[in-house]
Each structure stands twice: as structure tokens, then as C-alpha cells.
């Protein structure tokens, strides 16, 4: 649901603003989405803060340059802001709690809002420079100019996010890990128009379900699939076991109409059943598609706010793959398969470290024994988990001083 709000020509009086944030929750609060009304923070996270809260943060653990004062810019994150004032990005929450009395959730940071740095008895806090809004959940309620027109927004929709969501939200639904024989069971593309051995975006083409789930319209209406290939296998680095099967992503088709069955005489004047299979139209395609391809039903859209923070437990993974059908190495902004998923308490927004495997190479130092040696690992970066399934999981290269390769371990950041 979409809250309607009309701007009208002038300047907004704060009184007139704090009535509007008031009104506003009271009548379609139920109505937000779910990103906008429950956001995640953890009791563990909510303590961290509290007590950084009461003690303030040791000047030691702040940022190099962290600046005296910052205002909130559009196109800010937590994560950036959070890595301005502190050594470690993922500490948002002491980060909050060095103003929590303000910042009510620390979710909802919006443009403008102005941020103090406070040094003063050898502790670092940080104070707003203007109202955070009614309870700490609103935009800055200081004079704003409007335009004349009607705008359709959610009420969260200015506050800056955890990270850029752009960079992962085409990964949440694209990607998929299944078991051994899913994808080979699932409905396939039986032809197409005119013989064409490829299709593209605008193409029609027909499609085949299993006869105990036939491909059907919901209560006759179109209903949307994702297009998959080559279930590939991702093996452990380490124990080289087989801990899912990745598809490759084609693009969508909506099924417009259902499988069915037709009566035909041969011939021979005998009548039998044949089936006829279901009509699909390519309505987007990342790759060309053909016959043979597979159909997985559309997951729903998912809004989550993503809450980069360190495993509560010891982490030792490693680096199966990088997403893309010709990637040897990934860079920062890149998508990598880890070895380690939701079975192993991996939970969307945990950071890990990234270490880089010590090269192996010949003492030739000691002319005599020439020993084999292996260089200690280095940490080459930061990663986040941004979906998780069984097994394995997907994250997101946030920070990196050299290219990630297959095999690199990831571990807790501190």
C-alpha cells in the first residue's frame, strides 16, 4: 500500500508538519509495507547500542578522519555513515547508540538530518543538529518547500538505507540453489512459432508441465515463471561434497494459457487424447532462450531491509563460486557463492571477512633444502550474506583490496 500525500505550493510550517506526521501513521499505519513497519534490530544489537548509549564510544575505535559534523545526504547509506565515524562498518549499532535518544530507529536516517560529533571527556557521542521528527521515525520536521503536485511514495521512502539495494536486488529472486533432479522435473519449453530456435522478449512460444502438475492459469488469470538452465554443481572447496545445484537464469514468461487435451482421429479412424501444451509469452529475457529450458514458478517481491552486522558465532567458510557464466575472479560489488548457509546460522546481513590463501611457492633461500612453503592468508576484504539457502548462500563484495578468487576463506570480521 502506497501513502498519498498532496504537497501544495509554499512553505510547510513545522506545526502544520508535526499535525501531518501525527495524522499520517494513525490512519494507514497498518497499511505500510513490511520494510517500512518491522525492520530488524536484534535485542543483541539493541543492547550493544544501549550501552554505548550510557559509555559513550572510546575515541580509539573512531574513524581517522571522522568528520565533527556530517549532514545526511541523499544516496547515503548506514554502512557508509557508519564506516565515516567508526574503524568497522558493521558496528552500526554503537554507531546508533551514540544517539539513541534521537534516533528511535535506526532505520529511518533521512537527507538533511544534521550529525555532531561530540569528543568532549575522552568518549566520542553524537548529537542531531535539528529534530529527528515525532518519536525519532519521521524526516527532519524543519521548514520544507513543496511542490504543487500529487505524489504517491511509502512514508519510508526518503530514509536512507542499510546499503545500496540496487547493487543485490536484481540477485534476490535471479539466482537459485535447488537439490540433486529439481530443476530436470520441472516444466519445460516444448516448441516455438515458426520453428525459431531462439527466443527473445515479445516471442511465443509453448510449454509442458508433469501430467500430475499440469501448467495452469489461477482463476483464469496469467501467471508469471522464471526461466532456468544447467543445473550446475557447487562443490566444497574443501570437502569437495556436492552442496547444491545452481541454475542459470534466462529470464520470465507469463503463462497465458493452460495446458489441455485434444481429441484426434488417425488414420486408421481410431480417436485418441493428445495433449496440448500451455501458450507462454516471454515478457523479459537476461539470455536467449530455447526449447529444453525450465520453468520455476515467480517468487513474490520480498522488501527487506538489510542489517550488515558480525556473526554472533565463530565462522569458517569458504568461497565456492562467483555468480556469471564466464567469472574467474569477483571485485568489490560483485556477487560470490559461499559454503556455508542458514543450517550453519547464516542469517542475511552477516558481514565476514575475506582472506586471500597464502601462495605456495620454494624456499630457494636455503639452497640446500629448498621446502615447500605456504605464505600466511590475508584478509583482502569485506563481504555481506544477502540470501541464504541450506547449504550455501549468496553475498555481496563491500569492500576489497585485490581480486576474490575461489577457495578464499571468509571468517568473522574481528
Not at 494513525?26 to 550510557?54: E, F, K, M, N, S
Not at 559534523?69 to 548506514?78: A, C, E, H, I, R
Not at 575475506?354 to 569485506?382: C, F, H, M, W, Y
Amino acid at each position: 500500500m502506497m501513502a498519498r500525500s498532496i504537497a501544495m505550493q509554499g512553505k510547510a510550517s513545522p506545526q502544520w508538519l508535526k499535525c501531518l506526521l501525527v495524522a499520517i501513521p494513525a490512519a494507514v499505519g497498518a497499511c505500510l509495507p513490511a520494510h517500512a513497519q518491522d525492520l530488524i534490530v536484534t535485542p543483541g544489537q539493541r543492547a550493544t547500542a544501549a550501552q554505548a548509549a550510557q559509555t559513550g564510544i572510546p575515541l580509539s575505535e573512531l574513524s581517522a578522519n571522522a568528520p565533527d559534523n556530517y549532514t545526511v545526504k541523499s544516496g547515503d547509506t548506514l554502512w557508509a555513515i557508519s564506516g565515516m565515524f567508526l574503524k568497522s562498518p558493521w558496528r552500526w549499532p554503537e554507531l546508533w547508540g551514540m544517539n539513541m535518544t534521537e534516533v528511535r530507529n535506526p532505520h529511518l536516517i533521512f537527507p538533511g538530518q544534521q550529525l555532531f560529533l561530540d569528543r568532549s571527556g575522552g568518549l566520542a557521542r553524537l548529537r542531531m543538529g535539528q529534530n529527528a521528527s515525532i518519536n525519532g521515525e519521521g524526516p527532519p520536521t524543519n521548514t520544507v518547500k513543496v511542490s504543487p503536485r500529487t505524489r504517491y511514495e511509502t512514508l519510508s521512502s526518503s530514509a536512507i538505507p542499510s546499503l545500496q539495494v540496487n547493487l543485490i536486488e536484481p540477485f534476490l529472486a535471479e539466482p537459485i540453489i535447488l537439490d540433486e533432479g529439481v530443476l530436470e522435473r520441472a516444466p519445460r519449453i516444448v516448441a516455438t512459432q515458426e520453428g525459431r530456435v531462439l527466443l527473445s522478449r515479445g516471442d511465443r512460444a509453448y510449454a509442458r508441465g508433469t501430467d500430475d502438475a499440469p501448467l495452469a492459469l489461477v482463476n483464469g488469470k496469467p501467471v508469471n515463471y522464471r526461466v532456468y538452465r544447467n543445473a550446475t554443481a557447487l562443490r566444497d572447496p574443501v570437502t569437495k561434497a556436492v552442496l547444491g545445484y545452481e541454475a542459470q537464469y534466462l529470464g520470465k514468461v507469463a503463462l497465458v494459457r493452460g495446458q489441455s487435451s485434444t481429441e484426434v482421429t488417425q488414420a486408421d479412424g481410431q480417436t485418441v487424447t493428445t495433449p496440448v501444451p500451455a501458450t507462454i509469452d516471454i515478457v523479459d529475457s537476461k539470455e536467449e532462450m530455447r526449447t529444453g529450458d525450465r520453468l520455476m514458478p515467480d517468487p513474490p517481491r520480498e522488501f527487506l531491509s538489510y542489517v550488515p552486522r558480525a556473526p554472533s558465532r565463530p565462522v569458517q567458510g569458504a568461497v565456492v563460486s562467483m555468480y556469471g557464466t564466464s567469472v574467474a575472479n569477483a571485485a568489490q560489488n560483485q556477487i560470490v557463492v559461499l559454503n556455508k548457509g542458514s543450517a550453519d546460522g547464516i542469517e542475511r546481513g552477516h558481514v565476514l571477512a575475506i582472506l586471500s590463501d597464502g601462495q605456495s611457492l620454494v624456499d630457494k633461500t636455503d639452497a640446500g633444502k629448498r621446502e615447500q612453503i605456504k605464505l600466511p592468508d590475508e584478509r583482502n576484504g569485506l563481504l555481506m550474506v544477502f540470501r541464504t539457502f541450506d547449504k550455501l548462500s549468496y553475498a555481496l563484495i563491500l569492500e576489497i583490496t585485490d581480486a576474490v578468487k575461489v577457495g578464499d576463506r571468509v571468517i568473522n570480521p574481528r
